[in-house]
């Protein structure tokens, strides 16, 4: 059984900064994929980054490129997104993903495990 939890949502400022953690425990899985999506109420849930697991290589929406990073720890098995200079549009909650095969990085539908989400708030 395979879990992603997400940790370090809360509320900031406009201009403020959070960092977000997904852990994944239970049976250890070789990722291909890892990545981040938001959803804010009434709306469809969004593509934000992802990363390649093995090569590093990093996705970002157009929203957030140059504002966001992610990463990830292969000994810890975790993966992280930096949101600096946070906007009140980014408030949603935020949610972990991965799969172990390759597929469309930036499709809500691509990806097989999913984490609980964490609430962002980004006040004005």
């Known amino acids: 059984q395979v879990q992603l939890v997400e940790s370090g949502g809360g509320l900031v400022q406009a201009g403020g900064s959070l960092r977000l953690s997904c852990a994944a425990s239970?049976?250890?899985?070789?990722?291909?994929?890892m990545g981040w999506f938001r959803q804010a109420p009434g709306k469809e849930r969004e593509f934000v980054s992802a990363i390649i697991w093995t090569l590093g290589t990093t996705y970002y929406a157009d929203s957030v490129k140059g504002r966001f990073t992610i990463s990830r720890d292969n000994a810890k098995n975790t993966v992280y997104l930096q949101m600096n200079n946070l906007k009140p549009e980014d408030t949603a909650v935020y949610y972990c993903?991965?799969?172990?095969?390759?597929?469309?990085?930036?499709?809500?539908?691509?990806?097989?495990?999913w984490g609980q989400g964490t609430q962002v708030t980004v006040s004005s």
């Open positions: 239970g049976h250890t899985l070789s990722w291909n994929r």
């Open positions: 993903a991965g799969h172990e095969a390759w597929g469309a990085v930036r499709a809500t539908t691509a990806y097989k495990y």
